[in-house]
């Protein structure tokens, strides 16, 4: 079984940054895709940013030139750098991530998710 942890969710106000992290255990034989996700109260889930061992695959429009995704493939660790936030980006944030195990083959996990506030 995989399971993905988040950390650095919050209160922030306006203009500030936060760095979220995800980190994935398990046994893990390779992770091919890691990405955040956000859901704000009333709306559906919406993809942020993914990417793979070594590139981006997309980020958002609404957050492209603020976020930056970034992964450390060595500890199977995912990040998200939010800068400029707006309380427009006030939502849970989940971490996913889909590759191959060493008892099950493929996965697909998700993990509990961070909330981040953006409020003055």
């Known amino acids: 079984q995989v399971q993905l942890v988040e950390s650095g969710g919050g209160l922030v106000q306006p203009g500030g940054s936060l760095r979220l992290s995800c980190a994935a255990s398990?046994?893990?034989?390779?992770?091919?895709?890691m990405g955040w996700y956000r859901q704000a109260p009333g709306k559906q889930r919406e993809l942020v940013a993914t990417?793979?061992?070594?590139?981006?695959?997309n980020t958002a429009d609404s957050v492209k030139e603020r976020f930056t995704i970034s992964r450390d493939n060595a500890k199977n660790t995912v990040y998200l750098q939010m800068n400029s936030l707006k309380p427009e980006d006030t939502a849970v944030y989940y971490c996913?991530?889909?590759?191959?195990?060493?008892?099950?083959?493929?996965?697909?996990?998700w993990g509990q998710g961070t909330l981040v506030t953006v409020s003055s």
């Open positions: 990417i793979t061992g070594g590139r981006i695959i």
């Open positions: 996913n991530g889909v590759g191959r195990t060493s008892v099950s083959g493929t996965f697909n996990a």
């Open positions: 398990g046994r893990i034989l390779s992770i091919s895709v």
